[in-house]
C-alpha cells in the first residue's frame, strides 16, 4: 500500500500586491475585478523564470492563501444559502489553502509581472506563474453543479468575513 506524505512544502517565487487589504470587501473571483491592477513582485532567484512570459495575454496565478485559518469540509460558499462539500466549492477555507486565478498580463518589467483583474489580497505568496493557453486550457463544460444558477452572480458578489 502507497502511503502519501503528510507535509509538503513550497517556497514562495513572491509576493502579490494589490489594492485589496481586507479579506472583506474583495471581489470573489477575477470576473468581479475586472480592471483591478496587481503587480508580483517575483523574487530575484526566480527572474530568469521570467522569460518569454510577455508573450501570452494571460496566466493561472498560483498562491497561497495565507491569511485563512483552518479548514471546514462542509462550507456555504459566497453565492449559495447551502452548504457543499469543500471540494465542490471554491472557498478559500482549504486543507491546502491554495489559490488559483487567471488574469489578464499587462507586462513584465525586470521581476515585476503586471496583472489585472486582480481578485487576490495585498501580501499573498504567490507560489507558481504559468501561461494560460486557450488550446489546452478551455474546455467546453457539460455540467457545473450547483454553481449553475449562480455563478453570474460572481461579477458583483464580494467577500465577507465567512472564511477567516
Known amino acids: 500500500m ?29 470576473v468581479g475585478a475586472l480592471g483591478v491592477a496587481g503587480h508580483v513582485e517575483v523574487h530575484a532567484d526566480f527572474a530568469g523564470g521570467l522569460r518569454d512570459l510577455e508573450g501570452f495575454s494571460h ?16 462550507v456555504r460558499p459566497f453565492l449559495d444559502n447551502a452548504d457543499h462539500g469543500i471540494f465542490a466549492t471554491r472557498s478559500p477555507k482549504r486543507p491546502n489553502p491554495i489559490g488559483l ?4 498580463l499587462a507586462g513584465v518589467d525586470g521581476t515585476t509581472v503586471h496583472l489585472r483583474n486582480v481578485d487576490v ?15 489546452f486550457d478551455v474546455w467546453r463544460a457539460g455540467r457545473v453543479g450547483w454553481f449553475a444558477a449562480k455563478a453570474e452572480n460572481a461579477g458583483t458578489y464580494v467577500s465577507d468575513d465567512r472564511f477567516r
Do not use: C, W
Not at 59 to 73: E, S
Not at 101 to 104: A, G, I, K, R, T
Open 101 to 104: 486565478s487567471v488574469l489578464e
Open 2 to 30: 502507497n502511503s502519501l506524505p503528510q507535509d509538503i512544502a513550497y517556497r514562495a517565487i513572491g509576493i502579490l500586491r494589490s489594492p485589496f487589504r481586507d479579506i472583506k470587501g474583495m471581489p470573489i473571483q477575477p
Open 121 to 135: 489580497l495585498d501580501g499573498t505568496p504567490v507560489l507558481d506563474i504559468k501561461p494560460y493557453v486557450p488550446h
Open 59 to 74: 496566466v493561472f496565478l498560483l498562491y497561497h492563501l495565507h491569511r485563512v485559518t483552518g479548514y471546514d469540509l462542509v
